[in-house]
């Protein structure tokens, strides 16, 4: 079992959390990756963990969610997928993972840990003052998250691909969370670097908007289609649990 469990601080010092939604948090913690995703531990192994039971992991998890450290994608046949909200604020939910409503243009409204302290830019790159400065702190905190490959990124030419999405109206968080999402998903698939996207392919080429929705039945649009199934079913789908989020 690892050493640590990765939760967000602001679900520690939140008052209104008991001890017991802690704890279940915590232990869903012990699974995490480095970006707080690829959690598929069963109801059971969690509860055995956090030391309650079953239905009590099942009702913290529910106000985890609600409170916006947890996110739960249920996959029909098989355990939850879960991953912790590291970007959490403990004030109100985190955006939710579905692009149902469009977030404000230009805005950076709550900038993620990732975007806030972002690593610095590599040596040489210096900042250009067509830039601004919120869209520097979101190229190097995407720079800081995105997968490796064998030859080094290009930042110049990923700051390139990355703000003119920016200027298009695209929030900053969005497409850090995208960047998230598809680490995750190359370290669960265990992708080899050689065949990771480049990162200004990644935006020029619109594979990010792949990993902006919502999961259904555990994978995304472009997983479903290299699966072989209709993606018609995939949008109806989606459409469906969009609604049945509106509808709650």
Not at 14 to 32: K, M, W, Y
Not at 56 to 83: D, F, H, M, S
Not at 153 to 170: D, F
Request: overall charge positive; glycine content about 6%; hydrophobic content about 40%.
């Amino acid at each position: 079992m690892p050493n640590l469990s990765i939760i967000p601080a602001a679900a520690v010092m939140d008052a209104e959390l008991s001890s017991t939604q802690l704890r279940v948090l915590c232990a869903i913690g012990i699974h995490t990756n480095k970006l707080g995703g690829g959690v598929w531990a069963s109801v059971r192994t969690l509860a055995k963990e956090a030391g309650v039971s079953e239905r009590t992991v099942q009702a913290a998890c529910g106000v985890l969610e609600e409170k916006g450290y947890l996110t739960v994608i249920a996959r029909p046949g098989l355990t939850n997928l879960y991953e912790v909200r590291l970007d959490a604020k403990g004030v109100q939910a985190a955006a939710p993972l579905h692009g149902d409503a469009p977030l404000p243009p230009q805005q950076l409204l709550h900038p993620t840990p990732a975007i806030a302290a972002a690593p610095k830019r590599p040596k040489g790159t210096t900042q250009n003052t067509t830039y601004s400065a919120d869209e520097t702190r979101i190229v190097d905190a995407i720079w800081g998250c995105y997968p490796k490959r064998p030859e080094p990124h290009s930042y110049p030419a990923a700051r390139k691909a990355i703000v003119p999405v920016l200027r298009a109206g695209t929030d900053g968080t969005r497409l850090v969370r995208a960047v998230e999402r598809y680490a995750t998903h190359c370290g669960l698939n265990k992708t080899e670097p050689q065949y990771v996207k480049s990162m200004p392919r990644f935006f020029a080429d619109d594979f990010w908007r792949a990993y902006d929705v919502v999961l259904v039945q555990g994978r995304t649009r472009e997983e479903w289609a290299r699966s072989g199934q209709d993606v018609s079913k995939f949008d109806r789908l989606l459409a469906e649990q969009s609604t049945q989020r509106r509808a709650v």
